[in-house]
């Protein structure tokens, strides 16, 4: 199966820390990826993992456990620009594809 | 500017018609992805060209078509328009196996009245 699950919404207090979670439920699995959507724009790039563990990079950090097919984006210093749809996908071994779950849109209030 | 070009920005048209989308991929990427959003709906994968050749098919109805060509732009046909093909469709390319999945253009939004 190719389900990948986000909450659908999400909200958050500026400056606070907010985990966006992701479960998929796959097989040839070559990656996870977080895009970030902001209204009506293309997504962005935020952050990959292939191996199990945490990557950092700056406010933003994304975890991965390929045994449990789970994975967390975690924003921290939330700030009002953060508000946006959080995107995880998939990559698939043979076509390089990227499946996207439909997305988590967090709202940062002041 | 992400280096992905899609063409037109906005596009406006009747039930019935067609319409083709036209992106030109990442100087050096070899494959392009093409992805169709609805409102308030997620990324649907439609088709992968990898280097001019069909490489991964996806939700793609018949009514749509795509083509990369040498020069490896890509184009995607939507023929007998129907309301609900309404959506923003997105263009993206790749590396294979970039550590930073795609490069996303800014959309092409299609409104079919």
């Known amino acids: 199966g190719q389900n990948i699950d986000q909450p659908t919404e999400m909200t958050a207090t500026e400056g606070a820390i907010v985990q966006i979670n992701c479960t998929y439920q796959t097989s040839g699995f070559n990656g996870l990826f977080w895009y970030q959507q902001h209204a009506g724009e293309a997504p962005t790039f935020l952050s990959y993992?292939?191996?199990?563990g945490l990557e950092e990079k700056g406010r933003f950090s994304s975890f991965l456990s390929r045994s449990k097919g789970y994975s967390y984006l975690l924003l921290k210093e939330l700030q009002m620009k953060d508000s946006a749809s959080y995107l995880c996908?998939?990559?698939?071994?043979?076509?390089?594809?990227?499946?996207f779950g439909t997305g988590t849109r967090l709202q940062v209030f002041p | 500017d992400s280096g992905v070009t899609q063409t037109p920005k906005h596009l406006i048209t009747a039930t019935g018609q067609r319409v083709t989308l036209r992106c030109s991929p990442r100087?050096?990427?070899?494959?392009v992805y093409w992805y169709q959003q609805s409102l308030d709906q997620g990324l649907q994968f439609l088709i992968q060209?990898?280097?001019?050749?069909?490489?991964a098919k996806g939700n793609i109805l018949e009514r749509f078509s795509a083509q990369q060509f040498p020069d490896l732009h890509s184009e995607l046909n939507l023929s007998s328009l129907e309301l609900g093909d309404s959506a923003l469709y997105f263009c993206?390319?790749?590396?294979?196996?970039?550590?930073?999945?795609?490069?996303f253009g800014s959309g092409t939004r299609l409104t079919v009245v």
């Open positions: 993206a390319s790749s590396v294979d196996g970039s550590n930073y999945g795609y490069t």
């Open positions: 996908a998939v990559r698939f071994y043979n076509t390089d594809k990227l499946i």
């Open positions: 993992n292939v191996l199990d």
């Open positions: 100087s050096g990427d070899l494959s």
């Open positions: 060209y990898y280097n001019g050749e069909e490489r």
